[in-house]
């Protein structure tokens, strides 16, 4: 398992964080469980940070494919650096920005 | 939505609809209505007029409505009454293949990013508030699933979502594909304690199933007493909250892991049986294609409803879909089931058609709070016979459940006549191969499968109204009208 594999970065990140739990009240109908409570204020820094640095990263490739774009043509151009991409294709592009799912393409 | 005058009292609740104190859904002459309560009345305002049930609604996200009259003579001030398009056939979870569950688990995340948008958030995420629109598109069918959103509130439905789509997905594509069955018994979702006994260790390096279902698990067990401190502690600050940007990358989390999740219908029974060969040669089965459309037909008046028993992959249950009747495929194999659904959401796939996971000789029963929660199967059956007439398929199906499941004839001849008016039967006689190969690791102790039995005992039940042999085979085609 290489460490500087996103997926496994990912993997550490959300580790290491889930174990800062606390809890907070519930008012619904429904139990949501007071672990499972605890779960999400225990990690949200941590799903938080990773989606910014998604969205960070997907930032980053339309710039890169825009500038390659931009060049197309002209000359050969060099893919990104290699760690680069295997974040970018290993997150998925922010489903908030551009839905994916078959659920999403007939979403407004 | 459009207002109508329609004048509708407050019958009982159905009996499924009595968790949510914000409204209820009931029936009057076979119409399904939705009833806002006082509770539920401000969130539903937010909804219609702060943009979310347009949106969702525009997506195909959301069942549409619309608002009728309460006939009390408050119409301005009373809570509304709604009437949503109806589900022709309403089916549940653990009658789903892998792909419609996750399906359903990935618009009920999309929802929830849309309600965020528009300041709301689901207050559950139960598989059983989405439905299959038009054969195979899921669609949101609880209108007051929604409240205002909270800055800083963590998603209150998350164990929820975690339950009832995560762990079976999981389960089903990490594990053994039969945990699906899990559904059946934990009607609130598969518990995430449970999921992390059964997964594979390997799964605890999967960054979707750690947090959500391994490290669930143990905040589960480390706060399982924290109830009584929620409640003593209610001057207290919250101890935490989760950010706006936290909660969607927790559903992006939970998206990804879902997309990540796959599973490859192969290797079980059916899942490959045209492949495979069958018995048929191709223009036999061209002429069965043929005989089942020129039967169908000839049900007069046409079917509203076609339920498809042992329908494989859906071959035939598309002749009747592709006429425009609404079709549900049954099958006991998942893989066969799989292959249908993938078919159907396939460009060009048809339409009205719903495939669903059954096993006839253990169909799914009445369930939950007073055993009328979720709804068997033959009860859904016969409450679609009450909207028109339905017609049912057993095509290579007889053998099976007389030889394989030593269901004596008469007992099958019941039942289909308690499921549907018109059938279309096909008859496998005990010399045809498929049967032999039943027969081949076990004693005949059937002396009374003979094709003169089989019409005895349906002749009891049924008038017999076309019978056509299949050439090239030692088939019958049989068309059957119930007695009334």
């Known amino acids: 398992m290489k460490i500087t594999s996103p997926r496994t970065l990912e993997t550490l990140v959300v580790f290491s964080g889930v174990w800062i739990a606390a809890s907070s009240p519930a008012r619904a109908y429904l139990d949501p469980g007071s672990g499972s409570y605890a779960m999400q204020v225990g990690i949200a820094g941590v799903f938080g940070a990773l989606f910014s640095l998604k969205l960070f990263w997907s930032k980053v490739k339309d710039a890169l494919s825009l500038s390659r774009g931009k060049t197309a043509g002209k000359a050969k151009v060099r893919s990104a650096s290699p760690a680069g991409s295997a974040v970018a294709a290993s997150f998925s592009v922010p489903s908030s920005e551009v839905p994916a799912s078959s659920a999403h393409e007939r979403a407004v | ?484």
């Open chain 2, 1 to 484: 939505m459009s207002e109508q005058s329609e004048s509708v009292s407050v019958p009982a609740a159905e009996s499924s609809s009595f968790r949510d104190p914000s409204g209820y859904v009931f029936q009057r002459d076979g119409v399904l209505y939705r009833q806002v309560n006082p509770a539920g009345r401000d969130a539903y305002a937010q909804l219609m007029q702060g943009g979310l049930y347009d949106a969702l609604t525009g997506g195909n996200l959301l069942i549409p409505h619309e608002e009728v009259a309460t006939g009390k003579g408050t119409s301005q001030d009373a809570p509304p009454v709604l009437r949503p398009e109806r589900i022709p056939f309403v089916s549940y979870p653990y009658e789903w293949c892998f792909r419609q569950l996750q399906e359903a688990a990935l618009i009920t995340l999309t929802i929830q990013r849309e309600a965020l948008r528009f300041g709301m958030s689901l207050k559950d995420a139960s598989a059983y508030n989405i439905q299959f629109r038009h054969g195979s598109e899921a669609i949101h069918i609880d209108t007051l699933s929604f409240e205002p959103y909270r800055e800083g509130s963590p998603w209150v439905a998350y164990r929820q979502f975690c339950q009832h789509f995560l762990a079976p997905l999981a389960l089903i594509a990490n594990a053994e594909v039969r945990l699906g069955h899990l559904l059946r018994i934990f009607l609130d979702g598969i518990p995430v304690e449970v999921a992390a006994r059964l997964l594979p260790l390997r799964d605890r390096f999967s960054a979707a199933l750690l947090p959500h279902i391994f490290l669930h698990s143990n905040a589960q067990q480390r706060h399982a007493n924290d109830g009584a401190l929620f409640q003593s502690g209610s001057s207290a600050p919250p101890l935490g909250t989760v950010s706006r940007v936290a909660l969607l990358g927790l559903l992006d989390s939970l998206e990804s892991g879902i997309r990540r999740l796959a599973w490859k219908p192969s290797g079980t029974e059916w899942g490959d049986y045209y492949e495979g060969g069958t018995n048929y040669v191709e223009a036999a089965f061209t002429e069965k294609k043929t005989r089942v459309a020129q039967l169908l037909r000839e049900i007069a008046p046409a079917p509203i409803l076609v339920l498809d028993l042992g329908s494989n992959t859906g071959v035939f249950s598309r002749i009747a879909a592709e006429r425009g009747i609404y079709t549900v495929a049954l099958d006991s194999d998942p893989a066969a089931v799989e292959k249908n659904f993938r078919a159907c959401r396939s460009p060009g796939g048809t339409a009205n058609l719903l495939p669903l996971v059954q096993d006839l000789t253990n169909p799914s029963p009445d369930l939950g709070w007073a055993l009328s929660e979720r709804r068997s199967l033959f009860d859904r059956c016969r409450e679609a016979a009450s909207h028109g007439v339905t017609a049912a398929f057993a095509l290579a199906l007889i053998h099976h459940l007389a030889i394989g499941n030593n269901v004596p004839l008469p007992r099958i001849a019941a039942l289909f006549a308690d499921l549907a008016a018109h059938w279309i039967v096909e008859w496998v006689p005990k010399e045809d191969s498929q049967v032999q190969r039943l027969l081949a690791t076990r004693p005949d102790i059937f002396p009374d499968y003979t094709q003169a039995a089989f019409e005895g005992a349906f002749a009891a039940a049924f008038h017999i109204e076309s019978r056509a042999a299949i050439s090239g085979t030692q088939r019958t085609l049989y068309r059957l009208r119930r007695r009334e």
